[in-house]
């Protein structure tokens, strides 16, 4: 089955920095791959997904790049705020039935003001 | 939309107890999927139905957890008896099909003593 790693488990950045969470996965196959946002105390909401017929994609200051030759896709924030501070999971999962959509282990992602 | 419902938020129960959750996805939703997730960890799959059928329940643990979706519409999942690594929040989402935005519900958590 499809094994998604994720880093770094945390990330501390100052205010109005960019950061940067990097995911790889196993399964060649997978081609959807979504990145959910969870508050503390709260359910995971999408923020962001691309599909492997694209290498990026943009909205407003989040970004995700995919590299499929590699097997990694990473979440790019830019000018942070601290409503940023929040633990990201990246996911992946292929269209095909039967797939599973696989979760990352967590980003906790500290914005310091 | 209304969003994904599910109950009850917080359930305390006894090793060796028997317990069950309930979720009713967002309407129209064929796609609907158990998470486990442990604190500090990504959402695990238990169980993912397409319509009232399995697709994948690979990594549900059988001697113990069940799942049905009657009529493809609400699930209820059930531990009988619960273990102290139960302990964890239950999160139900639904997607209108496989391979697109999976939407959260708040989750049960579930304290096992």
């Known amino acids: 089955g499809e094994n998604v790693e994720q880093h770094p488990s945390t990330l501390s950045v100052q205010e109005g920095d960019s950061a940067v969470i990097k995911c790889t996965y196993s399964?060649?196959?997978?081609?959807?791959f979504p990145w959910y946002k969870q508050e503390l105390g709260k359910r995971p909401q999408l923020i962001i997904d691309?599909?492997?017929?694209?290498g990026e994609k943009k909205d407003q200051r989040i970004a995700v790049t995919l590299n499929k030759t590699a097997k990694h896709f990473s979440l790019h924030i830019t000018e942070t705020q601290p409503e940023d501070s929040a633990v990201y999971f990246c996911?992946?999962?292929?269209?095909?039935?039967?797939?599973?959509?696989?979760f990352g282990e967590g980003t906790q992602l500290t914005v310091n003001p | 939309e209304a969003g994904v419902a599910q109950s009850p938020r917080y359930k305390i129960i006894e090793k060796r107890q028997s317990v069950a959750f309930w979720c009713n996805p967002i309407?129209?939703?064929?796609?609907l999927y158990w998470y486990q997730q442990i604190l500090g960890q990504g959402p695990k799959l238990l169980i993912q139905?397409?319509?009232?059928?399995?697709?994948?329940d690979s990594q549900l643990p059988k001697d113990r957890f069940s799942a049905e979706r009657l009529k493809g519409v609400d699930s209820t999942l059930k531990i009988q008896p619960a273990k102290l690594e139960d302990s964890a929040v239950y999160l139900c989402?639904?997607?209108?099909?496989?391979?697109?935005?999976?939407?959260f519900g708040q989750g049960t958590r579930l304290t096992v003593v």
């Open positions: 989402a639904s997607s209108v099909i496989r391979n697109t935005e999976a939407f």
């Open positions: 399964d060649s196959a997978s081609n959807y």
């Open positions: 691309i599909r492997s017929n694209v």
């Open positions: 996911a992946a999962s292929r269209e095909t039935s039967g797939s599973r959509l696989t």
């Open positions: 309407s129209g939703h064929a796609t």
């Open positions: 139905f397409q319509n009232n059928g399995v697709v994948d």
